[in-house]
């Protein structure tokens, strides 16, 4: 049978017990800050990274795009009628990088269907009919 593992919680605890019985009052106090520290970290609230700010704001223009145009459109089109201006920390776009946000928005988010035709591949917003249309 497998033992159950310790955990730090499990080790302060037990390190306040031993404090209670010594009447260590500084072991203690000390013990009961580092659990909190963990309650902090387990409940913190986290930021998103600069890289998922990026992909956020892109996302919603390369959204804007599919959502103007007349006809399901390739990547290489998607990325040319992208207007990246303003998006602080992106100075350029590449094919990969629009192909891997429209992946997500397709997979992920359910926003776009993706469209194979003989040797091409086409991008339209989202109709319910799955990314994975041919």
């Known amino acids: 049978m497998a033992e159950k593992k310790i955990t730090k919680r499990d080790r302060f605890n037990t390190i306040i017990e031993w404090a209670e019985e010594k009447g260590d009052e500084g ?52 990325m040319s009628l992208v207007d990246i201006d303003g998006i602080e920390g992106l100075d350029s776009l590449t094919l990969p990088k629009v192909t891997n946000r429209l992946t997500a928005l397709g997979k992920v988010a359910g926003r776009v269907d993706r469209i194979k035709d003989k040797r091409s591949v086409f991008f339209s917003v989202g109709t319910g009919e799955g990314f994975n249309k041919e």
């Open 27 to 78: 072991m203690r106090t000390f013990a009961e800050h580092e659990i909190e520290l963990l309650d902090n970290k387990k409940s913190g609230t986290k930021s998103e990274t600069k890289a998922q700010k990026i992909n956020k704001v892109l996302d919603e223009r390369i959204m804007a795009v599919l959502e103007n145009a007349e006809e399901p459109l390739t990547a290489s089109s998607v």
